[in-house]
C-alpha cells in the first residue's frame, strides 16, 4: 500500500512509537470505523442479488440454472480485479485507490435500477465483482498500517465484522424495499450508498505509519522481524500461505453461497415467505458480525498470555471452519424447524470467526512492503469458491427431485468440502515457523 512522505518518514526515525501516540490511535479507530463502512456496503451489494432473487428471477423468466449464472458471474473478474488491486495499492495512495473502487461499485449498480436485462446484470455483476474483488485485501493493508503486529487480530476481526453488519443491516432494509417498491430500487439504494461511502472514505481515509505495518517482535507470540521482501514463489511455497489460502477457499466458498442462495433457500427450498426469510437471512449476519470480534478478542488474550500464533492464528480459524462444516452438513440433513435454523446461524458464524484472525497470521510471514500483492494474490485464488460454490448449487437445484433435495445434497456437499479444507490447513499452517524460515533465509 502506499505510504505518505509523512509516514515514510516517520517509519525512518521510531517510526513504530508513532502508533503510541493519542492522536494517531484515535486517527486509526477512525480510519477502522471507514473500513467497517466501506466492508459494510461491499457484502450489501453482494447480498442484494439474492434478496431480489425470487422477483428477478418472475420478472425476467430465468430458471435456477440461468440465475446461478447471474450469481456466478460476479466471481468471474473478482480474482483479476483481487490481484490487480492488490498490486496497485503499492502503487497508488490508498485514499484515491479505495475511493476510486467504491465509486465503481456505484457506477456497476445504477444500471440494474433501469429496465436491465440478464445479459446487462451479467456484465452489470461482472463490474462489480471486479471492483470489489481487491477491497478486503486492501482494507488489511491499510488496518495493518495503523496497528503493530501483536495488536492485528482485533482490528483486523472488526473489519471482517463490516461484512457481516453489510447484510445484517441491508437484509430487512431491502426486503422492505423489493416489498413496497421493486427489486430494481433495492439496487438504486444501494448505488447512492456507494457513492456517500465513497466521498467520506475520500474524505477521511489513508494508510497509517509504515513501521505499524511492518513491526514485529512486539509483545509475546510475535514472530521474528521478516526482511523487507521476499521472493513471492518462497512465500507461496510455505506451509501457512498453502493452508490458509485453501482455508479461505473452503470458507469462502461458503460464504457466497449464503451471500448468493440463503434467501432463495429459506423461500423455495423452506417454504418462508419473502419478509420471514429476509428477516431470518440477517440473523446469520448477525451472529457473525459478533463471532468474528470475539474471535479476534479471544486470539488477542491468548497472545497476551503467551500462546504462540500456531494456535492463535492457524489451529482457531481452522478449528472453526471444520466446526463451520460439521453444521453445515447437520442442518442439510435436517427438516424446517428451530434446530435446523439454529444450526444453519451456527455454521455461519463459526465460518466467518475466523476470518479476521486468519489474515493476521498471514500478515505475520508476509513482509509489509508485499502485503497487497499477497493479500491480493489469496483473495483472488480464494474467490474461485465463489465462482464454483453457486453454480453447483444452482445446478443441484435444478436437477433435484425436488428443490429441497437439490439444496440439501448442495450444503452436504459444500460441508464435506469445508470440513477436508480445515483439516488440510489444520496440518500446514504455522506462523512462526514459517516466519522463521523466512528471516534465517532457509
Known sequence: ?????????????????????????RRAWGVL???????????????????????????????????????SSFFW???????????????????WLLA????????????????????????????????????????????????????RAVPSSIVVAGAGIGPLIAAPVLTWVIAEYSWRMAFGTLAVFGAAVALLWLLAGDSGPEAAGGSHGHGAGAPAALPERVPLARLFGTGTLIGMTLLFFVAYANTSVKVSWLPLYLQEGLGY??????????????????AVILAGVVSRVLTRRGIGNRVTRAILPAGLVLASGVCTIGFSSLDRGAPQMALLIL????????????????????????????FGIVTGV??????????????????????????????????????????IALILVHPDRDAGKLTAGT
Not at 35 to 43: D, H, I, Q, T
Open 100 to 151: 476510486g473502487i467504491a465509486v465503481i461499485w456505484a457506477l456497476s449498480l445504477a444500471p440494474m435500477a433501469a429496465q436491465a436485462g440478464f445479459t446487462t446484470i451479467i456484465a452489470c455483476r461482472v463490474l462489480l465483482g471486479f471492483a470489489e474483488g481487491p477491497t478486503t485485501a486492501l482494507a488489511m493493508q491499510v488496518a495493518h498500517s495503523w496497528f503493530p503486529a501483536h495488536k
Open 77 to 95: 473478474l473478482f480474482a483479476v480485479g483481487s490481484i490487480l488491486g492488490g498490486w496497485l495499492g503499492g502503487k497508488i495512495r490508498a485514499r
Open 1 to 25: 500500500m502506499a505510504v505518505d512522505q509523512h509516514a515514510q518518514s516517520g517509519s525512518a526515525s521510531g517510526g513504530a512509537d508513532r502508533t503510541q501516540d493519542p492522536s494517531v490511535r
Open 273 to 290: 415467505d419473502a419478509r420471514t426469510a429476509g428477516n431470518l437471512v440477517a440473523l446469520p449476519y448477525l451472529g457473525s458480525a459478533i
Open 382 to 423: 480464494y474467490s474461485l469458491g465463489g465462482i464454483i460454490a453457486p453454480m453447483v448449487i444452482g445446478r443441484l437445484v435444478a436437477s433435484g427431485d425436488s428443490v429441497a433435495a437439490g439444496y440439501g445434497e448442495g450444503f452436504l456437499v459444500l460441508g464435506v468440502t469445508m470440513i477436508i479444507g480445515a483439516v
Open 347 to 374: 455454521g455461519s458464524c463459526l465460518n466467518s470467526a475466523g476470518y479476521g484472525v486468519a489474515f493476521a497470521g498471514l500478515a505475520d510471514v508476509v513482509p509489509a512492503a508485499q502485503r497487497g500483492t499477497v
Open 33 to 71: 470505523a471507514l473500513l467497517v463502512c466501506l466492508m459494510l456496503v461491499n457484502y450489501a451489494d453482494k447480498v442484494v442479488v439474492g434478496l431480489a432473487g425470487v422477483d428477478m428471477k418472475k420478472d425476467l423468466g430465468l430458471d435456477d440454472a440461468q440465475f446461478g449464472v447471474i450469481q
